[in-house]
């Protein structure tokens, strides 16, 4: 084996992932025209599970860090790869993701890729082929659909730029990748770039036939029914 795939191999034996989440109370504010406080909190939790169980299906993730001021609620979340670390100050996302740096830092982490937890049509494909295309030194980048935000980031090493998550991170992340003069790829995958945030977004996944907690979740309280009355 010659030292190129040995690095690789090791790169991919230390592959964290960061899943920040939210206040659930604050969650989903702009669906409240729809969904009352408790189906809010509710869709954001099956969301994350569907998001865990696409990372947690892959051989390719060392370690996966939820962050939140939630973790006591999140206590149920069992698995051997799932870390609960508890953001205190909740200074916003970028401070929470900052922990969460830092800890795989310390930990020796080789990469961090960082998902948001509504993204539910994500799958181990998807979490993989993110992983395969980061190299040695650099970052990859899957922006939303409309090319405004950032729906996966992958960071090797895991602290290679700061994140700047926000109005525009794509072309933020983008712009520091460039001052810091570190290697880029961007991937435009379907799938990962649907993040759930409005009632446009929720009728654009529900066209999506793929079986999930979230599309259950959302059957189960006639979501559809309500919208068909808008």
């Known amino acids: 084996m010659n030292c190129a795939s040995e690095r690789w191999l090791t790169k991919l034996a230390s592959v964290f992932v960061a899943i920040p989440v939210k206040e659930l109370s604050e969650s989903k504010t702009r669906l409240s025209s729809i969904l009352s406080l408790e189906e809010r909190k509710n869709l954001v939790s099956v969301m ?20 939140s001021p939630n973790a006591d609620s999140l206590a149920s979340l069992c698995h051997q790869m799932i870390e609960i670390v508890e953001e205190v100050d909740c200074q ?3 401070p929470a993701l900052k922990i ?3 800890y795989a830092v310390q930990n020796a982490a080789g990469s961090l890729l960082i998902l ?4 539910p049509l994500i799958d181990r ?39 700047t998550f926000g109005p525009n991170s794509f072309q933020s992340h983008l712009n520091l990748a460039e001052s810091h003069k570190t290697s880029t790829r961007i991937l435009r995958l379907e799938r990962v770039s649907l993040d759930i945030d409005t009632l446009d977004h929720l009728r654009e996944f529900l066209l999506f ?14 979501l559809t029914d309500r919208i068909r009355r808008l």
């Open 48 to 67: 994350l599970s569907d998001v865990l169980n696409a990372v947690t299906q892959t051989s390719l993730v060392n370690r996966i860090l939820v962050v």
């Open 92 to 94: 916003g996302l970028n």
């Open 100 to 102: 969460a740096v830092d």
């Open 116 to 119: 948001p937890a509504d993204i």
């Open 125 to 163: 494909s998807d979490v993989e082929l993110i992983i395969r295309a980061s190299s040695n030194d650099g970052v990859v980048i899957v922006p939303s659909r409309d090319e405004m935000g950032t729906n996966a980031l992958m960071l090797t090493p895991p602290n290679i730029i700061p994140t």
């Open 209 to 222: 036939p793929v079986r999930s907690g979230t599309r259950d979740y959302l059957f189960k309280i006639s």
